[in-house]
């Protein structure tokens, strides 16, 4: 069975300090994991993803995330926020042949 | 090369009406997702088609709602007969295979009335 579980709904962090997301997942097979983000009544944009190449994968803006199969997490980082940052989260794990989500994380930027 | 078109972006209906929702995949991608999200929650999984077959609707509910991925055209969500609950965001993802990316459309939102 597959399935990602978020660990914070809610991260609120300053302008210019750093970033983390926590994704924790399991899957039966060896999944591809990704990352999207969503800003306010936008669409779904991928940040980053991971398919069994260099467990430390870097994406868009900054961000980056590593694979860790030991403690099944794949969790989001950026080492200083930007306000434009402010937006929801999603880790995804992917099996063959579907895309399972977490609830989100939406992250806060303070000024 | 456009990306993922959902159409379309806004939707209005009443209660007890029928809402038609559109995505046109990518080029050359011939396997869709729905997906809903509706306030205050993540994304939840509806249904993974690719041409002409439904591969996985274990997250459609199972009245009401229906989708198809034919041959040419479209793949259309199709939910009858909407209430107040269906209010939400639907997207629509495509991919080229099914363990890759996929790039999401713009969502339609629906509202009912």
């Known amino acids: 069975a597959q399935s990602v579980t978020q660990l914070d709904s809610h991260v609120s962090v300053s302008e210019g300090t750093p970033v983390l997301l926590r994704c924790n997942y399991s899957?039966?097979?060896?999944?591809?994991l990704f990352w999207y983000v969503q800003h306010p009544n936008k669409g779904l944009q991928l940040l980053l993803k991971?398919?069994?190449?260099?467990?430390l994968v870097k994406g868009i803006n900054g961000f980056e995330a590593e694979f860790k199969k030991s403690e099944t997490s794949f969790h989001l980082t950026k080492p200083s926020a930007h306000m434009s940052d402010a937006a929801e989260y999603f880790c995804?794990?992917?099996?063959?042949?579907?895309?399972?989500f977490g609830t989100g994380t939406r992250l806060t930027v303070i000024p | 090369n456009a990306g993922v078109m959902q159409n379309p972006r806004h939707l209005v209906r009443r209660r007890g009406q029928e809402a038609r929702l559109r995505c046109s995949p990518m080029?050359?991608?011939?396997?869709v997702y729905w997906y809903r999200q509706l306030p205050e929650e993540g994304l939840k999984f509806m249904v993974y088609?690719?041409?002409?077959?439904?591969?996985?609707e274990s997250g459609m509910p199972k009245e009401r709602f229906s989708a198809e991925f034919p041959k040419e055209g479209p793949s259309i969500l199709r939910i009858q007969q909407v209430v107040r609950g269906d209010s939400a965001a639907y997207f629509c993802?495509?991919?080229?295979?099914?363990?890759?990316?996929?790039?999401f459309g713009q969502g339609t939102r629906l509202t009912v009335v």
């Open positions: 993802a495509s991919s080229p295979k099914g363990d890759t990316e996929a790039f």
């Open positions: 899957s039966s097979y060896s999944p591809s």
């Open positions: 991971y398919t069994s190449a260099a467990t």
């Open positions: 995804v794990v992917s099996p063959p042949d579907n895309l399972f």
């Open positions: 080029k050359g991608h011939s396997h």
């Open positions: 088609l690719q041409k002409e077959n439904i591969i996985d």
